[in-house]
Structures are given as structure tokens and as C-alpha cells.
């Protein structure tokens, strides 16, 4: 569910960022980045409603995965793979912005990550953003298959299944 909500919350962005934009060149603040526009800024609370719901939900999916699969002996570590895990998509999401920027500055023009707001495209980064939390979600699909019923579901397989053996 996180995966999923995160990929939702990526194309709400997406597109308040367009309304955003889009409205500021109306009102003819293009060459203004501190200009304030005519727009309400509850249109922001529901990408960040559903990114913190996605956040929420892919926390307690983690630390629900490491404590039913690793050994309680190793329990903290469980915690510190989840910090890991941030840790390195910090890192991603740096690589993944100066990317973006350096593939779409061309001779003389800015690219979708401008200094001023309102002459750049944030949207078109985050459908980009929105496109890879969706590969995400997909190899997370596949990696669930391939992996398995966890080690809960197995034993209570086995508890099922063994009276019948008897019989």
C-alpha cells in the first residue's frame, strides 16, 4: 500500500505543480519566482496527506517484514536496515535531481530544476519521480512472488497440514 500511495502522491504533485505553474504565468509572474499568486495553499494538502500516509504504511511494512523473518537475536539491526534503506534513497533522490537537471539544461535555457519556480517544470520532474516509485511498486510485486509466504504463514501451513498426515 505504501509503494502504491507514494506513486499516487507523485501525480497529485505532478499536477498541483502544473496548476501551480500555470497560474503564475497567467498572473504574469514568469520572471518573478517571489511573486505570490491568487492560490490557495490547501491545494497542497492532499499530496501531503498521501505522501506521509505512503511513508507511514512503508515503515510499518518494513519493520513488520525484518521482525517476522530475521531471528530476534538480530532485531536491532532490523531497525538500522530500514535507517540504511533511508539513508541510501537520500542519496538516489541527489543523484536522481542532478540528473534530471543535467539532461534537460540545454544551451541558454533552464532546465526543469530552474532556481526560479515559476520558469522551471517540477512537474514534469515529479511524473518522473511518479514513474519510478511505479517501477518500484512493480519489482516490489515481483520480489513478493518470488519470495515466498513468510515464515508466520509457513508454520501455520505446517500445523495445518500435519494432523492431516496422521490420518
Known amino acids: 500500500m505504501g509503494f502504491s500511495f507514494s506513486t499516487l502522491a507523485m501525480a497529485v504533485s505532478a499536477i498541483v505543480e502544473h496548476v501551480r505553474r500555470r497560474e503564475a504565468i497567467q498572473q504574469g509572474f514568469r520572471d518573478n519566482a517571489h511573486a505570490v499568486i491568487n492560490m490557495s495553499a490547501m491545494w497542497l494538502v492532499p499530496q501531503y496527506c498521501l505522501h506521509r500516509l505512503a511513508e507511514a504504511l512503508s515503515i510499518i511494512g518494513q519493520n513488520e517484514f525484518y521482525y517476522s523473518e530475521l531471528p530476534k537475536t538480530i532485531s536491532s539491526i532490523a531497525a538500522s536496515l530500514f535507517l540504511l534503506g533511508l539513508a541510501v534513497a537520500n542519496l538516489l533522490a541527489s543523484v536522481i535531481l542532478n540528473t534530471i537537471e543535467k539532461l534537460t ?40 512472488w518470488a519470495y515466498g509466504p513468510c515464515v508466520n504463514e509457513k508454520v501455520k501451513d505446517e500445523c495445518i497440514q500435519e494432523p492431516n498426515e496422521h490420518m
Open 105 to 144: 539544461r540545454g544551451s541558454g535555457k533552464e532546465g526543469w530544476i530552474a532556481t526560479n519556480i515559476n520558469q522551471g517544470h517540477y512537474d514534469r520532474y515529479y511524473w518522473v519521480l511518479g514513474v519510478i516509485s511505479f517501477i518500484n511498486l512493480l519489482y516490489f510485486v515481483v520480489c513478493c
